[in-house]
């Protein structure tokens, strides 16, 4: 099985930019990935997916405009603009063998371990 771990996080004051990556243990042509995140005491939120060639895109409206979803033959990425306080907290890369992209943490089946991003005003 695909195993996937995040890097890029850390902290940064409000208006810059981060890029997330998360590197893939093997080939995800098939499979649809997704970026998810979780703040202290909350529940994890839909970020971003997209499927292998990135035809089916999906952004939460709070990122739209300032974050882009994108993968390579190894990592997907996330880059991260215009960063406000409300986007604190842990990011998590999630996959799972499948054309069909979710929105819901519950459809994918493979996650890595996170990395924090924090924001300051």
């Known amino acids: 099985q695909v195993q996937l771990v995040e890097s890029g996080g850390g902290l940064v004051q409000a208006g810059n930019s981060l890029r997330l990556s998360c590197a893939t243990s093997g080939p995800t042509f098939s499979y649809a990935m997704a970026w998810f995140r979780q703040a202290p005491g909350k529940e994890r939120d839909f970020v971003a997916a997209?499927?292998?060639?990135?035809?089916t895109t999906y952004y939460a409206d709070s990122v739209k405009g300032r974050f882009t979803i994108s993968r390579d033959n190894a990592k997907l990425y996330l880059q991260m603009n215009d960063l406000i306080p409300e986007d604190t907290a842990v990011y998590y890369c999630?996959?799972?063998?499948?054309?069909?992209?979710?929105?819901?943490?519950?459809?994918?089946?493979?996650w890595g371990q996170g990395t924090q991003v924090t924001v300051s005003s």
């Open positions: 999630a996959a799972r063998d499948s054309s069909v992209v979710g929105r819901e943490a519950r459809w994918y089946n493979i």
């Open positions: 997209n499927n292998w060639n990135g035809g």
